[in-house]
Structures are given as structure tokens and as C-alpha cells.
């Protein structure tokens, strides 16, 4: 699902930097590096992924660090995360298949079919292979902070039209 949050940060600049006579400059020097901090951020386990900054809705006055010399500026910002919860149906694209499953609870696929493409086969004949679109149901899901991503637990059984399209 995705979500828009209003986020607080604390974003460093170096004062060379900066353009003493511009706000305009600063704005930019700002956003630059909370695009920069928003990309290698990734994820949150509260707020799931960041996908886009939308809006800057504040800048707070900078505090110089004596130690470094560079400027600690605290934002707001809007933005948009993507997060997944139990319950929710879903839609993935399979980048690997195993002989165990596709990180999917697969129910109607029965047949795991090994080679070269391998790939996942029901009684109706579909398909689950790489680069297949699946629509699945999230059973849970769980927060990996070391790596900062979720992984989720999911199922193909039930009556929402699930399986690959």
C-alpha cells in the first residue's frame, strides 16, 4: 500500500556549500542532500519503502557543528512509502524461482518443473516463472534491519483471483 508520511530529518551541508546571499541556494543544497540520505535510506520498518520526496514542507534554523564545520538544518518533508500488511492483496513480479517456492506460499502450484527456466506448473497449466506478474495475499511479514528489507510470507489460496496474470 502506499502511504504519504510527513518525515522528519536532520540533513548536513557543508558551508562551502552554501550561497550566503540566497535562500534559493540552500533550498537546493538541502534538497539535494535529503534525496541523497531519502536513496541510500532505502527503508524504514515503520514506514516500509521510500519512493518518492514529495514536498518540502520546512526548513528549522542550521546549527553549525564545531567538529566539522558543516551545518545540521532539521526538515519536514512529505513523502510518498510503499509498506505491505498482513491481509493485503498484492501484486509481485518473481525474480527467482527455487525448488522450494518463490519466497510465495503457493498453494494451486503443484508441479516444480527444474532446467534451465525453471518454473512452478498448476492443474490449469499456469505458469510461475522469472519475470511472471503474481497477484498473492501477504500472510506476514517481517522487518530485516540489518539488509533493510521486509520480507514477506505470502499465499496463492483463496478467493481474490490469485496467481500469476
Not at 16 to 35: Q, S, T, V, W, Y
Not at 47 to 73: D, P, Q, S, W
Not at 114 to 138: A, D, H, W
Request: glycine letters at 8%; charged letters at 20%; one cysteine or more.
Amino acid at each position: 500500500m502506499f502511504l504519504q508520511a510527513k518525515l522528519p530529518w536532520n540533513v548536513m551541508i557543508r558551508a562551502e556549500e552554501l550561497d550566503p546571499n540566497g535562500h534559493l541556494m540552500i533550498k537546493r543544497a538541502i534538497l539535494i542532500r535529503l534525496l541523497d540520505a531519502f536513496a541510500s535510506k532505502k527503508a524504514t520498518k515503520d514506514l516500509g519503502y521510500f519512493v518518492a520526496l514529495k514536498n518540502l514542507e520546512k526548513v528549522g534554523e542550521g546549527k553549525i557543528k564545531e567538529n566539522t564545520g558543516e551545518i545540521l538544518f532539521p526538515v519536514v518533508f512529505s513523502g510518498i512509502t510503499f509498506n505491505i500488511f498482513q491481509g493485503e492483496i498484492v501484486h509481485g513480479v518473481v525474480h527467482m524461482v527455487h525448488k522450494t517456492g518463490v519466497f510465495l506460499r503457493c498453494g494451486p502450484c503443484e508441479n516444480y518443473i527444474p532446467g534451465e527456466n525453471p518454473m512452478f506448473l498448476n492443474q490449469t497449466m499456469s505458469r510461475i516463472q522469472k519475470g511472471s506478474t503474481v497477484r498473492f495475499m501477504v500472510l506476514s511479514t517481517k522487518w530485516r534491519e540489518k539488509e533493510r528489507y521486509f520480507i514477506a510470507l505470502a499465499s496463492l489460496e483463496g478467493d481474490y483471483n490469485l496467481g500469476p496474470f
